[in-house]
């Protein structure tokens, strides 16, 4: 028995699904030169595009919901491109072009995408490199260039903006702009040489945090100035991250639009951590100064949807130590039943709505 949109995908996933609305297209092998642009069907609809796969949880739970709400909707996976995927656009703005699938799946008519989830970005080349056969570097080029081009031609909503995304490898550049907004972030320096980190500590008095710079997925160290030396002493040409460690209740933020959830997280590790998975999460209702803050951080890096991690300190101050423009959610969710993922599915689909009533005016 089919007792859920979620059973219903996953009895179907031999086949390839559009959902748009009430209306599904449910395809298994048919010809490439038969497929037909279905995606804007007899009432109009537009689409939100997900850019991810499936196989990815977070993904697939943003899908599902906006499935569940009755809103057209499709993944677009870059690993397809170019040998499993055609794409043919414009130059015109806005961009009018077509995504084909060569197996059959049915077209997406790039003018009907009124807003995207980006859920894969950072790891677009990695997801081209890995696809079957190995391109070499020129097409690896040549792929990322003609999807830049595409994703920067969509005049659409996007969570979140390319360029945000693409600033957010730089964490160190990403604090220094949240403090040219008064707020309090940890002192932190990039350094290989060890002489200007000790007066760095001398200055903080304190255990630093400490990782090579750039290696964001990895876990900080925490150590006095002898640990550091002897790191130093085994990577001694390489760049290394120093950073105040700021005492205080450790918390995780998420910022989607306007709402702003929160939870304080119960870590035996003596740093902030990257990951949840392994931690508790209690939800907290922040003081409106620290959602004033989140907010703001948020909006100084143009990011509509992100994790923060900041510091509470025992005299009551905020200090933002980290910002995820791309952040996993699911642990946290489930652990505080707070409603991040259907927050932003309603920051998606009312994107999408505003959109697709603003053309229709412009029509009429």
């Known amino acids: 028995m089919i007792s859920s949109w979620l059973d ?4 179907c996933k031999p086949f390839h699904l559009q959902f748009c ?6 395809f298994a092998g048919m010809d490439r030169d038969n497929t037909e642009v279905l995606r804007r069907n007899t009432s109009g609809e537009t689409m939100i595009l997900v850019l991810g796969t499936a ?10 919901k906006i499935i569940a709400r009755g809103n057209c909707v499709s993944y677009f996976d870059p690993r397809l491109y170019p040998r499993d995927m055609t794409v043919t656009y414009d130059g015109a703005l806005p ?3 077509t995504v084909r699938f060569r197996d059959g799946q049915s ?12 859920r894969q970005w950072d790891d677009l080349l990695a997801s081209v490199s890995a696809a079957g056969a190995v391109p070499d570097a020129v097409e690896i080029r040549e792929t990322e260039a003609s999807l830049g081009c595409l994703f920067r031609g ?10 945000s995304l693409n600033n957010s490898r730089y964490r160190i550049h990403q604090l220094q702009m949240i403090r040219t907004q008064g707020i309090r972030v940890p002192e932190i320096i990039v350094s290989n040489d060890f002489r200007r980190v000790q007066a760095f500590f001398s200055l903080t008095n304190e255990e630093l945090l400490y990782r090579p710079s750039g290696w964001h997925s990895s876990s900080w160290n925490v150590g006095q100035i002898d640990d550091i030396g002897r790191h130093m002493a085994d990577m001694p040409v390489t760049p290394v991250e120093y950073q105040e460690n700021i005492s205080g209740d450790e918390v995780r933020a998420y910022v989607i639009g306007d709402s702003v959830f929160a939870g304080v997280i119960d870590s035996m590790e003596p740093e902030f951590s990257s990951h949840l998975q392994s931690d508790h999460v209690r ?15 948020a909006a100084t890096l143009n990011l509509r949807f992100c994790s923060i991690d900041m510091r509470i300190t025992a005299a009551g101050d905020y200090a933002i130590i980290d910002v995820d423009a791309n952040p996993m959610f699911l642990h946290f969710e489930q652990t505080t039943r707070l409603p991040v993922s259907d927050r932003l599915v309603e920051l998606l689909i009312a994107a999408d709505v505003d959109a697709f009533d603003s053309r229709r005016i412009a029509s009429a």
């Open 8 to 11: 219903f995908t996953q009895i």
């Open 21 to 26: 609305g009430s209306m599904i297209y449910l």
């Open 55 to 64: 196989e990815d949880q977070h993904a697939a739970a943003i899908y599902n």
């Open 95 to 97: 961009m009018t072009g």
């Open 107 to 118: 077209a997406i008519d790039l003018s009907t995408v009124n807003s995207v989830y980006c």
């Open 154 to 163: 969509l005049e659409c909503y996007w969570v979140n903006p390319i360029e």
């Open 283 to 297: 939800p907290i209702e922040l003081p409106q100064e620290a959602k004033r803050i989140c907010r703001r951080a």
